[in-house]
């Protein structure tokens, strides 16, 4: 009798995780296939004759570039150098010094001849004291803020509140960005300006690729297996799922190392929020909140042109902070606006966006983590055959691979940036072999930061170990 | 959507407001989904099926296999494509300079047409590019000679062929075309669109054409287009959203002087304010004189946004003195209307711009009254204004540092650096 219950139990369990993978990979390949057909339609980078007539117009909007920098004294003389080489014709650079406990001020104003400034804020967030301003007399404004160490939310709320373009760009200050992003990423505004208020671009992996006066020369694909893993995950990220979540206008994230804001949309908005750790998604779901709530028409968007290369990490003990602080944020975004779930206020946002987050994204290391334990459990209790667990197991970790190499697949078709077919070869490898064992450790550390999202576990700037880009001659 | 005079007004109203091309989008996924899905399942009733008896594990053995034929084709896919990319890559720096240098023979004079068409021939697709690349770098009698190159050559007739394969490829045409001499490109430009308008038309769901794409046409034609139609392009160009507007802002320049000026004017005094801000948006870009019956109408204009861009433009005018009783107005209204009146603060921005450029000392003690405004963008701008003002605005600037509260002070002090530094900007802002 006992036995039959606990065979039911398990069954009952076992067929819950088996369902709750058919849903999300169902969703996932929704998604993917969407983001295919959508990318095809509008992945239209502007032409030569456009972009020349674009650069050559007064009307294209200020924008200004945050970005925010903690101990960046390895990588922001190329970052800002490259940022301000970018072409378009009416932006400027604003670097916040979040209180670095290395030399990146000292770099900073040695490398751009920096003069002290008397610039004031004209935005109204409240932020931690500002010790100096520092402005380059280059033709492309360089603003350098040192403040009080308070964060990287903090940090960017400073810049928006220094910043005099009418659009803003949060970057990290470890990143490349590619010359005609910004071009690229003012697209859906000038197309819609009453309604557009964030767009995202796709974030892309620099690790091994060869830096040229401070701009990605050549696309490698990296010679460490765990930022090749990292390669994929991200083109399944920002291909995959955000094109889909995009055409939806329910757009949930957009990294905070690449993202155009209106600013007095974020202003509006009441600017990062310095007590959450995933500020960038935090500040996404709170537009999406306060637009939906007025009944405003606005879309927040997506576009895979624009790319912004940021350096990955290659130790796993870097990672699993990352990843640990990644899940804490998703959990404090979510739990802080679990209004929305399910509310049909909200619309799309509540009824999809929200669930899908909160079902998938937070408690799915968990499920999955349940899953394993069940099988194993199974195994040894020889509550299922072997071959079956392996048959499901097999039918589960393919269909994660088939996900993967279609991500890969989307961006040779679009973005199409690695230069042989013996890179897309070892990207096809890693997205097979990031199932047997890298997969497994991420869900860990998921688990482990889901747990520590539920206990409020805060935190401030992440440890990154910056390796530096791979120069390539000389850079002015 | 036209619905036949039987089918329910409700549902029509409903479906009108469908948008179609998402819903198409969905349709496609779902279907290429169930392209993927069938072959599991034909696998599971005519293979598999026959040696393992549980249903589940069929399908799930039926499954694997499809997704291990999906691995492997998008593997093969992308290997394929890249190395096809790596040919035609190789095949374009081998031709490309020979075509280039034989462009430029021609252009230089000399008789190259024999080595042009058998590089037409065996290579069309270089071709066109390295000629599109040249016309886009020329103009006047080089631009002739090389769109005459192109009729001989036949390859105004395949781009004609080529607008028809698709949006992307309808867009390229249009661009070149665009690049063509009115006289040649202008016919051939309004044939690609009356065929491509066609195609459109006879497609039962509404096709949107994207914005960037009707901005190429606009720019093309405008480039290529007889006096009798410009005025009506740029008509279209002011009434268009901001993206094409931007990228017509330079083609449209050229004409705003000539046959584009009747469009400007009808727009400037236009009832409608977002038509009018456009127009004075790009007056203003251009640093462009307009007529001063119509500034004085602008001046009078019901919109506050219309207002303080019109205030913008009177430093531009040859007559700017005569309206300075006009910014002064602007001055004391946004002042007396306080920082809440957001249409009030647009005039009085303007009102500041104007200042600064003209200089206009009789504004002092209103600007002087700005600078302690509630808005901190406004009173940013007023400083500025009074760097700007000699040496009385900064006496002013000064007196505020010393005696003025914090935001005060800091604002005063920003503004007179930037004067020391050079770096004042221009219209205060």
Known sequence: ?476 | MIFPSWFPRRVAIALEGVDWDRVLLFARALLAIAFFLYPVWWIHVHVVSATVPQAPLSLAISFLGVQFAVIVAELLASCVVKKMDEVRGRRSRRWRPLIRRSLAAHLAGQNVSAELNIFRKHRPRETEICLAEMLAAVNGQARQRLSELAVSLHLVERWEKHATRGRQELREVIEWLGLLSPAIGGPALVRVLKAASATFESRWLPKRTLPATVASTLCSRIRVAGEAELNQICHEILAAPLLVRTMAASDLRVQADGSGAAAISRALSSADPGRATVALQLAEAWRRTIDAPALAALLRHKSSVVRGLALKLIPFQGVAAAFEAEVLAGLQTGLRAGADDAGAQEVLAGALSAVARLRLMRALPLVGQCASSANASLARQACFTLAALGEEGQALLESKIHSGPHQQAARAAESLMSLRAGRLPAGGI
């Open chain 1, 1 to 476: 009798m006992l036995d039959i219950l606990v065979h039911r139990i398990y069954f009952f369990f076992e067929g819950g995780v088996i369902l709750y993978v058919m849903v999300i990979n169902t969703i996932y390949l929704l998604l993917t296939v969407l983001a295919y057909f959508s990318l095809r339609k509008h992945h239209t980078p502007f032409s030569e004759v456009q972009r020349d007539a674009l650069l050559a117009s007064p009307l294209l909007p200020r924008i200004s570039l945050i970005a925010p920098a903690y101990n960046e004294a390895a990588t922001c003389k190329e970052s800002v150098g490259n940022m301000l080489r970018l072409n378009y014709p009416n932006f400027e650079v604003v670097l916040v010094n979040d209180g670095s406990k290395d030399e990146t001020l000292k770099v900073m104003i040695e490398e751009f001849r920096l003069f002290k400034s008397a610039r004031v804020p004209t935005g109204s967030l409240v932020t931690k004291p500002i010790r100096r301003v520092y402005e380059s007399t280059d033709p492309v404004r360089l603003v350098v803020i040192d403040k009080v160490n308070g964060g990287k939310a903090d940090a960017i709320n400073t810049g928006l509140n220094l910043a005099t373009g009418e659009l803003v760009m949060v970057v990290d200050s470890d990143c490349l960005i590619d010359r005609d992003a910004l071009l690229n990423m003012v697209k859906p505004y000038l197309e819609d300006p009453e309604r557009v208020i964030a767009v995202g671009g796709t974030v892309r992996v620099v690790n091994d690729c060869d830096v040229e006066h401070g701009a990605v020369s050549t696309i490698r694909v990296s010679s460490s297996h765990i930022a090749n893993f990292q390669a994929v995950e991200y083109a399944r990220a920002f291909l995959g799922g955000r094109v889909g979540f995009s055409l939806m206008n329910c757009l949930l994230i957009i990294s905070g190392a690449f993202g155009l804001f209106r600013r007095d949309a974020v202003l509006e908005a009441g600017g990062f929020d310095p007590d959450t750790i995933g500020e960038d998604m935090e500040l996404v779901v709170r537009m999406h909140r306060i637009w939906r709530a007025r009944q405003q028409d606005y879309r927040i968007v997506y576009v895979a042109a624009p790319v912004c290369w940021t350096e990955v990490p290659q130790s796993m003990k870097i990672l699993h902070r990352q990843r640990k602080r990644w899940q804490r944020g998703t959990v404090e975004s979510l739990w802080r606006h679990r209004e929305m779930l399910g509310n049909p206020k909200f619309g799309l946002v509540g009824m999809f966006a929200f669930p899908y987050f909160a079902l998938f994204e937070m408690l799915g290391p968990a499920v999955e983590l349940l899953g394993y334990g069940l099988t194993a459990m199974g195994l040894v209790f020889s509550i299922i055959a072997p071959p079956i667990a392996i048959l499901f197991f097999s039918v589960s970790v393919t269909f994660g691979i088939v996900l993967s190499t279609t991500a890969v697949v989307l961006e040779e078709f679009t973005v199409r940036r690695y230069p042989s077919w013996k890179h897309s070869f070892r990207l096809f490898f890693a997205a097979i072999a990031e199932n047997f064992g890298f997969r497994q450790i991420l869900t860990w550390w998921r688990v482990q930061g889901l747990i520590e999202g539920i206990k409020g576990k805060k935190g401030g700037w992440g440890d990154m170990e910056r390796r530096g880009f791979r120069v390539v001659g000389k850079t002015s």
